[in-house]
């Protein structure tokens, strides 16, 4: 919600910062919302980053940038200033209290699939044993995906 491309900048900013070194971004694609449809289009994009944390680091670190930009959890799905989630890990297949690797949606959304296809299209999913290009051929997701 709000000034969507700021956020997503000011988000990657951060996380060059706290938590690796970005090393590929995605386009920015702009897609109805998810879940909760009676809100404003989502912006999402997709980076690849090198990181020394550890993946519950990682993720403790993204929600404090999330918090820092606004963020405050209401609602499931609801509208947001930004949402940061680590989708894969390496190959790792993990699960914490805090974070699950890799993200358990991937292979129903096509707001994460196009832009991870964009970066990665022969990535293998280590649960489905898939790539993303054929995950996204796939997905049953109807939501338009649109490169900005």
């Not at 897609?31 to 690849?48: E, H, K």
């Not at 509208?79 to 894969?88: C, G, S, V, Y």
């Not at 790792?92 to 699939?113: G, S």
Request: charged residues 25%; aromatic residues 6%.
């Amino acid at each position: 919600m709000g000034r969507r491309k700021e956020f997503l900048a000011r988000a990657k900013k951060w996380i060059g910062a706290e938590a690796g070194m970005i090393l590929k971004e995605s386009s920015i694609y702009e897609t109805a919302a998810w879940g909760n449809t009676d809100q404003q289009a989502f912006l999402n994009q997709v980076i690849i980053l090198q990181t020394k944390h550890l993946p519950d680091e990682l993720m403790q670190t993204l929600l404090h940038i999330e918090q820092q930009l606004g963020r405050i959890r209401t609602q499931k799905f609801g509208p947001r200033t930004i949402d940061l989630d680590i989708l894969f890990y390496d190959g790792l297949v993990i699960k914490t209290k805090l974070v699950t690797i890799p993200h358990p949606a991937i292979q129903e959304r096509r707001f994460v699939l196009v832009p991870l296809a964009e970066l990665s299209p022969r990535k293998i999913h280590p649960v489905y044993r898939q790539s993303i290009a054929k995950l996204l051929q796939n997905c049953t997701d109807e939501l338009a995906v649109k490169k900005l």
